[in-house]
């Protein structure tokens, strides 16, 4: 992050001093396709944008359940590092790709693709990108998370959903996944707790205080999720739980 703020604040600075130097200017061209900027400026957008991509990518997409859904199943087997964050974060990564593919194969051919042959401005291109978006978040939120941020928003009651401003709607759609993802985890415990307490109870009767449950729970944990193919049947109903 220090260095992408660095090389943020260099391109933001050699952009403010070639605008006030006038040996490049900020604006290049004005065409039907919109405006070309200068390449500092360009830079400068480039950059900016990565900063608000991880905002996206967790806050409008299928990763937020996902990633804490497995989080919560590597808690519930009781191995805080295996898998490692970063399998855990590739393999969410990969899911929402494949749970998310429809709504951006709709962004490509409905935005993307007719700003890059520049048929319509950046503008254009951003409401229409919303739409696929907009109707995914829409599917997945519960309308009572809706009618709390459109409270907290002081919006008039007569508005639909499909005329939300994306500052209720993206909050409203993340508390439904953290409720979503946390239903999800319980479940995924249930069978892994009655496992702790069976072994703890035949512990404490056979007298092994000193022996640690916790350790002699695992292998079985990691038994049974093994034999019931916990690995697809989990992911298949991640994947299956997105409404499309």
């Known amino acids: 992050m220090g260095m992408v703020g660095a090389m943020l604040l260099a391109a933001g600075g050699t952009a403010w001093a070639q605008a006030q130097g006038g040996n490049l200017p900020l604006v290049i061209g ?61 393999l969410s990564l990969f899911l929402t790709f494949f749970v998310m593919q429809p709504t951006l194969d709709k962004v490509y051919t409905q935005a993307w693709e007719p700003y890059s042959k520049n048929e319509i401005g950046f503008d254009v291109a951003l409401q229409r990108g919303a739409l696929p978006m907009r109707e995914f978040m829409l599917k997945q939120t519960r309308q009572s998370d809706v009618q709390l941020y459109s409270r907290l928003a002081k919006l008039p009651a007569d508005v639909k959903p499909e ?32 496992i702790d307490m069976i072994v703890a109870s035949v512990l404490m009767s056979l007298g092994m205080m000193m022996l640690s449950p916790v350790l002699v729970a695992l292998p079985f944990k990691l ?10 049947l989990l992911l298949g109903s991640l994947a299956a739980s997105f409404v499309t």
């Open 223 to 232: 038994m049974l999720f093994v034999l019931a193919d916990g690995w697809n």
């Open 30 to 90: 004005q065409g039907p396709g919109g405006s070309s900027y200068s390449v500092p400026i360009q830079t400068l957008l480039f950059f900016t944008a990565l900063g608000f991509i991880p905002a996206v990518l967790l806050l409008m997409t299928a990763f937020t359940r996902i990633v804490i859904v497995l989080s919560l199943l590597r808690q519930a087997i009781g191995t805080p590092a295996a898998p490692p964050n970063q399998v855990i974060v590739g």
């Open 163 to 194: 005329d939300l401003p994306l500052r209720v709607l993206v909050p409203a759609f993340v508390t439904s996944e953290l409720k979503s993802a946390f239903q999800i985890g319980f479940l995924i415990f249930i069978p892994f707790l009655v």
